[in-house]
Every structure is written in C-alpha cells, then in structure tokens.
C-alpha cells in the first residue's frame, strides 16, 4: 500500500517542474576537498533521483566571500573548478529525470567547533554574537552587509547560468541569516536591526532582492526558515501567527517563490490552539507554496542522532505526513536522514516494501554511497 499516494502527484511552480512531491533535504557532507566537488558526489546525487525524489536540495555550498564557509571541506560554489563539478552533478541529476537547486549558505558567525582553522579567522555576524551573550564572528560593518548581499547574487547567477531548477537560500537554524532575524544575535542599531522582527529581516529581504535581481523572476526561489537554532531548540522569532507576518510576509514581497520550514519534527504545532505546524501556518498567513520536513518516517530528531544511538522506522509519521498534506497544510515534503541511509528509500516506502526500511544511525553520514 502507498500511504503516500497522494504525494505522488507532479508538481509546478515558475521554473519547478518536479514529478512529484517529496524532496531531498540539504545536508552537509564534507565530502569536497578544498571546496570542489568529485565524481563521487555526482554519483551520491544521481543515486537519489534514480531513487524518486522529485527535487534534490543540495547540501549548503560557499559563496565568493571567504567567511561564508566554516570548514575546508565544505564545497564551494564559485570559481571554476567548483562550479564544473556542480554542473556534472546536475547533469546526472537532469539525465536520471530530477530537478536540482543548490542551497546557497553563509555561516555566520558559527566556527568550525571539531577544526577550528585559519581559513575561519574571518568569520562575521550582524553583532559579534551567536546566543545570547555568546560570541562568534566580528560584528559586521554596512560594507560587509553589501558585500555579503552582492555575493548571493553572483552565486545566484552562476546557478542560473549552469540550469539549476531554482535556488534555495539558508536563512535558518542559527547561521548568518538567522542571526540577523533573531534579536539575541542582532542587536544592531542601523537599517539592519530594530525591536521588531520586521526590522530584522531587512537585510533577508536585501539578500533576497539582489538574488531576483541576478535571476529574473521565473526562477523559483526557496527560502529556507526556522524558529529552532542549533543548541537553542525552544526560541521563537515569531510568537504568534501576527508576528510570523511580520517576519515572512517582507520576504515574500521581496521575491521569495517558497518557504522550506524546518522543523525537528514535523508533527509539532507551531503555536498553541491549533495543530498546524510551522509549514501549515505559514501557507495560511503568508499564502505561498511551503515545505515541510523533520523526522518524517522515523522516530528522532536530527539533533538527538548527533548524540549518537538510533532513530527507528516510524510508519505512523507517514500516516499523519499523508492526513496533513490532503488538508493542504504544505505542498512538498523534504526527507533527510533516510535518504542519506538509502538512495532507494522513497522507491521502497512508495511500493508499500516497509519492512526493507532500515533504521537510521549517524554512521550513515559518514559515508558517501
Ligand atoms: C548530516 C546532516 C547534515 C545537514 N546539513 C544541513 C545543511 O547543510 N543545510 C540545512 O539547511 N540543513 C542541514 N541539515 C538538516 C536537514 O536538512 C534536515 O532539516 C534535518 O535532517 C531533518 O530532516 P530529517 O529528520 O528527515 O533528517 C543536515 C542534517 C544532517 C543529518
């Protein structure tokens, strides 16, 4: 049986023509020395849209500004040796019927905590801190902020260039983005800062300008949003549905096609007296297409299998991912671990085979298959 049938069903919004509804989440691997990428991670890449998904989101990638990576081995997404393997990759993709969009990322001010290294000597934040009262990165000036903002633009040209489906920017889980949004890492005093959530996401809504500026408008544009920070799971940007307005509806004005909400679990309701959960609210309030993703088809989050132990298979999860999506809670469903376990996760979930799922343990991401 194919509990999620219903997700089946192709998707299309500006340049997204997706065959069906499930996508594969960006996640780091650390598999690109020096920044470019190999013929291993092109065949890592095809494998999964061999396997079904309908879009594959790159793992986080570099711009042209040194301080956007913390670590060596995290692929760039400029020059020339990065961006033709970016482009063999998204040749294998194409060629195995996928869709492809590269998730332009900038740290931050969020080190490297394994390798702390030279290379990240010049990381940068809106105010110098990374939580509250917890430095990281030099606190940036308006020339670093125009620097940064005209940097996603040239990335965002390159993808267009090499024939990206559409582009997704990081804007959650802490990093330079989110740093501006929450008000314990942006305590600036400038156009970039601001008591208001609407006032912090200015320089999310400058970013998100100049990438529409490099692209045109049809290319569909992803932004990526959460309220959880890694190693602050409770806070909240947005305390209530009015706030969420406040904070995503500029972002959309200023050009994003998408909202990719992540959650650690998809399940949870986002504000109290309704069960919607982050993507299921921000369809409502701000109306575009969202994604939902976090702990679908398994037990635990992503969080707690960094601490090691097992996230088992979790078949009610796929049940209630089903109930939310004929509600119209979301239009696409993003998967991570699983797929990092197994290419053939989706052909397997949607040919009813669950008892060949396996269960999910960090090991699988120390591995590139
Ligand atoms: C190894 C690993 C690396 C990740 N790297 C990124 C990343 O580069 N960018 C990002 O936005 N999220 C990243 N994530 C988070 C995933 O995209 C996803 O939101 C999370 O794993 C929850 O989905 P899941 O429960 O299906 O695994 C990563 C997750 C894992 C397991």
Redesign the pocket.
């Known amino acids: 049986m194919d509990i999620l049938e219903a997700l089946g069903a192709p998707f299309q919004h500006k340049s997204l023509n997706l065959a069906n509804r499930f996508v594969m989440?960006?996640?780091?691997?650390q598999f690109a020395p020096d920044g470019a990428p190999t013929t291993d991670m092109a065949d890592y890449y095809r494998r999964r849209a061999e396997g079904g998904v309908g879009l594959i989101?790159s793992?986080?990638v570099g711009l042209d500004r040194l301080s956007s990576r913390n670590m060596s081995r995290i692929p760039k997404f400029h020059g020339r040796e990065p961006l033709a393997g970016w482009a063999r990759i998204l040749e294998g993709v194409h060629q195995a019927k996928g869709a492809m969009a590269p998730?332009l990322?900038h740290v931050g001010g969020v080190p490297d905590f394994y390798e702390p290294s030279t290379e990240t000597d010049g990381l940068e934040s809106p105010s110098g801190l990374i939580g509250p009262n917890l430095p990281g990165g030099r606190p940036m000036t308006q020339e670093d902020i125009a620097d940064v903002v005209a940097s996603f633009g040239r990335a965002a040209a390159d993808a267009k260039r090499l024939g990206f489906d559409a582009i997704e920017v990081?804007a959650?889980?802490g990093y330079l983005i989110d740093q501006f949004f929450w008000s314990e890492t942006n305590r600036r005093s400038d156009r970039f800062g601001g008591p208001t959530v609407q006032d912090r996401a200015r320089f999310g809504a400058d970013v998100v300008r100049e990438l529409r500026k490099a692209v045109g408008s049809e290319l569909a544009l992803i932004l990526?949003v959460s309220q959880w920070k890694t190693n602050f799971y409770e806070t909240k940007i947005a305390r209530d549905p009015g706030e969420l307005e406040l904070w995503l509806g500029p972002l959309a004005s200023a050009g994003v096609d998408i909202f990719h909400c992540?959650q650690?679990r998809f399940w949870e309701p986002e504000f109290p007296g309704s069960d919607l959960n982050l993507a299921g609210w921000v369809k409502k309030a701000i109306g575009t297409p969202t994604i939902t993703?976090?702990?679908?088809?398994?037990s635990r989050?992503?969080m707690s299998?960094?601490g090691g132990g097992e996230s088992l298979v979790n078949l009610g999860s796929l049940q209630e991912l089903a109930r939310r999506f004929e509600r119209g809670d979301f239009d696409l469903a993003?998967?991570?671990?699983?797929?990092?376990a197994d290419p053939d996760w989706l052909l397997k979930i949607r040919a009813g085979r669950f008892e060949a799922l396996s269960s999910?343990a960090m090991d699988a991401?120390k591995l590139l298959y």
């Open positions: 989440a960006p996640m780091t691997r989101i793992e986080g998730q990322w990081h959650a889980h990526r992540s650690r993703v976090g702990s679908i088809g398994l989050d992503v299998d960094f993003a998967i991570g671990r699983p797929l990092l999910y991401s």
